[in-house]
């Protein structure tokens, strides 16, 4: 079983991929937008296609109508209709179609590491399409047990049977009290960002050195990353760095 996905991306996006004994096919990015190649994409597609990983990059959704109609003709060709899962550690308060991600259908990850427009200090949220898939993710959280005591006389880490393989991924009171005093103020860094981006696009827009990306109508991007495209670009976050303004890669390729 194979799982499609991208190499420019945090590691992060595909070491599960490996961990659960999958196997990797890369997909090429699209240059207009740095996110996943959708015709590259459909092109990869096979009848052992199970998983579309996706990055949102910088915060800019992926084209999810398309993504859609990449399942529909899997489904068609091969009978199986690949789960999408998308990485949205870039894209907490980013929109598709006037909705928040996370309201798409799909499995999608956020990230709260410490700069992020949520901050949690570290940790994150994963968003679930369905009822089945948020209680096994309640019971992979947490070493396959419940913590939702069925029997109310017994003490719940004593299970006499554990459902499911499990993990320690739950969140601590004390990273979930930080991100919910941060919580009222995601609408105002997303709307920072967004204004400092607006400014980025005006004023580069006719640098001839600086390619920017396209971004379409359907999207309001969370702009967690300005991106553009540059030549000698690592002679340029020199000098950049030299003048006190931190310009970054942000990743290198996992392939």
């Not at 554990?162 to 004390?174: A, L, Q, R, S």
């Amino acid at each position: 079983e194979e799982v499609l996905t991208t190499a420019l991306t945090c590691v992060a996006t595909n070491w599960p991929i490996l961990a659960n004994n999958l196997k990797i096919k890369w997909v090429d990015i699209d240059p207009e937008t740095m996110n996943i190649n959708i015709e590259d994409l459909k092109k990869k597609l096979s009848s052992t296609t199970k998983i579309i990983s996706v990055v949102h990059w910088g915060g800019t959704p992926t084209d999810l109508d398309k993504l859609k109609e990449v399942q529909e003709y899997a489904e068609k060709k091969f009978g199986f209709r690949p789960i999408i899962i998308e990485d949205g550690a870039h894209s907490f308060g980013a929109e598709y179609n006037g909705k928040k991600l996370g309201n798409h259908g799909n499995i999608v990850m956020y990230s709260f590491q410490a700069i992020k427009h949520l901050t949690t200090v570290d940790g994150g949220l994963l968003v679930l399409p369905t009822d089945e898939l948020y209680e096994r993710g309640k019971l992979q959280r947490w070493f396959g047990i419940s913590r939702e005591r069925k029997n109310k006389q017994k003490d719940f880490r004593v299970e006499d049977d554990i459902e499911e393989f499990g993990f320690k991924f739950h969140m601590n009171d004390v990273n979930a009290t930080i991100g919910l005093t941060n919580f009222p103020q995601v609408v105002e860094n997303l709307k920072i960002h967004r204004k400092n981006a607006d400014y980025y696009l005006k004023e580069l827009q006719n640098i001839d050195c600086v390619e920017l990306l396209n971004i379409n109508e359907k999207i309001n991007s969370a702009y967690w990353l300005f991106t553009f495209k540059i030549k000698k670009r690592d002679e340029f976050i020199s000098f950049m760095t030299n003048k006190g303004v931190c310009v970054s890669q942000v990743h290198g390729r996992n392939d």
